[in-house]
């Protein structure tokens, strides 16, 4: 166990919903990234978060967006969604921005785009 | 962009045997490396990992080693067993400025199936 929670686990969409996925990170982490995993494929970066500010930032539209809260956790929202969105989508934390080390994930939350 | 790859998607592997996975990666620049173990529903799982400046770290039943020469990364593992059976990435740490330290680039994947 990683100590990084995920919710939902699982959720079906159709296109143009919008969804707000949740990840609370590890206790002592301040710094919460996001990856999606398509079926078959790695993990790509989508974007990270530290301190409540957006730190960086993969090759992903507009319609990804974020937020970090206070006590650390994240939060990924997708708008007008399109059947290419359905994917694992991964929440790791890590120590703070500046670690060049082992990222925890937690489990991901499926989404399914009909 | 630059990317990390594998050269094989799957691997089968008999019980007990040794497996060797390999990753290309196509950044010089990158500084650190990882491997990572993905079971089916869960996501990934530090496996193991190595730092530019060297190139083989050991840990327990798994080997890394890195050529930056050819930019080529490896995963051993020993006595491979049923519990092994996974998919593995490799990634790499891509120096950025907003980003530094934390923004991993995975490779596509390479599935092992121990045989028993």
């Known amino acids: 166990e990683t100590g990084v929670t995920q919710s939902p686990t699982h959720l079906i969409k159709t296109r143009g919903q919008q969804v707000t996925l949740r990840c609370s990170s590890q206790?002592?982490?301040?710094?919460v990234s996001w990856y999606q995993q398509a079926l078959g494929q790695g993990p790509q970066f989508i974007f990270q978060y530290y301190r409540e500010e957006e730190n960086g930032r993969g090759n992903f539209p507009p319609r990804f967006s974020g937020l970090q809260f206070p006590n650390y956790s994240s939060e990924l929202n997708v708008n007008a969604l399109e059947l290419d969105d359905s994917a694992l989508y991964l929440c790791?934390?890590?120590?703070?921005?500046?670690?060049?080390?082992?990222?925890?994930f937690g489990e991901g939350s499926r989404l399914t785009v009909l | 962009g630059e990317s990390v790859g594998l050269h094989l998607p799957t691997l089968s592997v008999q019980e007990g045997d040794n497996s060797i996975i390999n990753c290309a990666y196509s950044n010089s620049a990158s500084d650190y490396f990882i491997w990572y173990k993905q079971e089916s529903g869960k996501g990934p799982q530090f496996i193991i990992d190595?730092?530019?400046?060297?190139d083989k770290r050991q840990g327990q039943r798994v080997t890394v080693l890195l050529n930056k020469t050819v930019k080529h990364l490896s995963l051993q593992i020993a006595a491979t067993q049923p519990g092994d059976s996974a998919v593995y990435f490799c990634a790499e740490n891509t120096p950025g400025v907003k980003a530094a330290g934390n923004k991993l680039t995975f490779g596509g994947g390479t599935r092992v199936l121990v045989k028993p």
């Open positions: 190595i730092r530019s400046n060297m």
């Open positions: 206790s002592g982490h301040n710094t």
């Open positions: 790791a934390s890590s120590l703070n921005r500046e670690w060049t080390g082992e990222l925890f």
